[in-house]
């Protein structure tokens, strides 16, 4: 066994995994797995820099998580850095403060690794499960950007594309510095077009409808399967590898999409970092959904952070 610990810092939430690994078994043991909601993204699309609060809530939860790998006393760290860090021109800010925190500098890796990491974590586990026909489609939506990954037992073919949660919200359905509380016709509309232009992009690398299972992970797919499955809290044990048909994505996608802050707040099982985000993240999986004809995705809360803990052991 090895003792690693695992931090994904991506464009909405920071996340850490302490686990004992065994290569011999396949088994992923977790000893502390969280989520911090920091919107590291914030305002990264409009002007291209990393906001000074934005900053300031990621180097906290890395001081709180730098005492929880202490206290598991792991021995080895990787701190991961995605879409918003790597299109960032004060990205050396960033990475000195992680640095300074954690003592590992953050790696500020490529869309391609981000997909193996995300393949990895997301199929470990599935092996040997002949109702999930493969070739596998491995969907990752961040809060900046959407990894497309399919594979069998290894990755044929991955592509990042740039309609994340985060990003998306920011760029259609944000007016006058707010969240629209629900957004008009055309801002939904403005919305599907860029998906839809970002999924032929994805297309042009990745065969995108020789897939045989659908496999949706982060917070967005997450959440959906929570609503759809009526929880009345976030339970990770019940969301774990459950199953949201094509018709139940489109209800629960066109009710946030027309939903208030208020309503989408009220669900028990909503994050109150996501509550302005998951109207567009439902979107791009039901987008998704019906460029490939899925019937249905299978959820998975293993994923980048469990592929990053897999390549330290």
């Known amino acids: 066994m090895t003792r690693v610990a695992a931090v994904d810092c991506g464009t909405n939430s920071i996340r850490l995994l302490v686990a004992d690994a065994d290569p011999a078994t396949g088994e992923l043991v977790d000893l502390d797995r969280r989520m911090t909601i920091v919107r590291l993204g914030q305002g990264v699309d409009r002007t291209g820099r990393l906001a000074p609060e934005a900053l300031q809530r990621t180097f906290a939860a890395c001081r709180e998580y730098a005492g929880i790998i202490k206290e598991h006393g792991a021995e080895r760290l990787r701190f991961v850095a995605t879409s918003a860090s790597r299109d960032a021109e004060n990205r050396d800010e960033f990475v000195r403060g992680v640095l300074d925190i954690l003592g590992v500098e953050p790696e500020v890796i490529s869309g391609d690794q981000e997909a193996e990491f995300s393949f990895t974590g997301a199929t470990k586990e599935l092996a040997g ?180 803990g897999w390549s330290l052991a």
């Open 129 to 308: 499960r002949d109702h999930l026909p493969k070739p596998y489609l491995v969907v990752d939506i961040g809060g900046g950007s959407t990894e497309f990954v399919v594979g069998d037992d290894q990755v044929r073919a991955a592509r990042s594309v740039d309609i994340g949660c985060v990003r998306m919200t920011e760029r259609h359905l944000v007016r006058d510095g707010a969240v629209t509380d629900p957004p008009a016709e055309e801002q939904i509309a403005a919305m599907r077009a860029d998906i839809e232009a970002a999924l032929d992009l994805a297309e042009e690398t990745v065969p995108l409808r020789e897939a045989r299972t659908l496999v949706g992970l982060a917070g967005s797919v997450t959440t959906v399967s929570a609503i759809a499955q009526e929880l009345p809290e976030y339970d990770s044990a019940a969301i774990h590898h459950s199953r949201v048909s094509h018709d139940r994505v489109r209800e629960i996608t066109e009710w946030l999409l027309r939903s208030t802050h208020a309503e989408r707040a009220a669900v028990p099982s909503m994050h109150p970092g996501r509550v302005d985000v998951i109207g567009a993240g439902a979107l791009v999986l039901l987008s998704i959904m019906e460029r490939i004809g899925a019937e249905e995705v299978v959820v998975s809360e293993h994923d980048i952070l469990d592929g990053i």
